[in-house]
């Protein structure tokens, strides 16, 4: 009888030490469900940056160099947040290497800032559109957070004292951002209004 009694016993006991560890695994779970709430409905909350001072990174090009925006400072930058994976960034990216192509002996400086993505689709995108500006990856998304993005693609237009460029447009769009796939009217005036400052 003893050993019969030793055979429940362990039966019993391993249901409840499973049952334990979904209920832990059930727990962790609906608690990053809940930090990703929050962390969205923050992100919602704050609009994306369309004045002060531009907050200063990092980033490691997919060729290896490094760049940090404060050492940036006495030229007109443009950062465009992309992914490989978004459709309206495939539309923009010819526009933007040209216009790389047209401002760059002017001082233009043009980041690509690679969004949630893996290196080897993006390095794919930058070979398909002959992307020759420099592109990074945001690892940890640490930029976009800064600059609290709200998708894909967006643009942001800082001054040589590396301020968000200042004012509204015709349409009422702060000149700092572009959400969106940006059209070439509306890059040619912020980059003349960057080049004028």
């Not at 010819?94 to 800032?113: A, C």
């Not at 957070?145 to 460029?165: A, D, H, N, W």
């Amino acid at each position: 009888m003893g050993p019969m009694s030793d055979g429940l016993t362990l039966t019993e006991k391993k249901p409840r030490r499973a049952s334990f560890w979904m209920f832990v695994g059930m727990f962790a779970a609906i608690g990053i469900v809940l930090a990703l709430l929050a962390w969205a409905v923050q992100s919602k909350s704050a609009p994306p940056l369309a004045s002060g001072i531009a907050p200063d990174f990092s980033l490691t090009t997919f060729d290896g160099q490094d760049i940090r925006l404060s050492e940036l400072r006495g030229k007109p930058v443009i950062i465009n947040f992309w992914a490989s994976w978004c459709v309206p960034c495939r539309t923009e990216a010819p526009l933007l290497e040209r216009m790389w192509r047209d401002y760059r002996e002017r001082g233009i400086i043009l980041l690509g800032v690679d969004y949630v993505d893996t290196g080897d689709a993006a390095k794919q995108f930058i070979h398909e559109y002959r992307m020759t500006y420099p592109n990074g990856p945001d690892l940890g998304t640490r930029i976009s957070q800064s600059y609290r993005l709200t998708g894909v693609p967006e643009t942001y237009f800082i001054t040589r004292e590396g301020k968000m460029l200042g004012g509204i447009d015709a349409n009422g769009r702060a000149n700092a951002n572009w959400i969106g796939p940006i059209s070439e009217d509306a890059l040619r005036e912020r980059i003349e209004r960057l080049l004028s400052e």
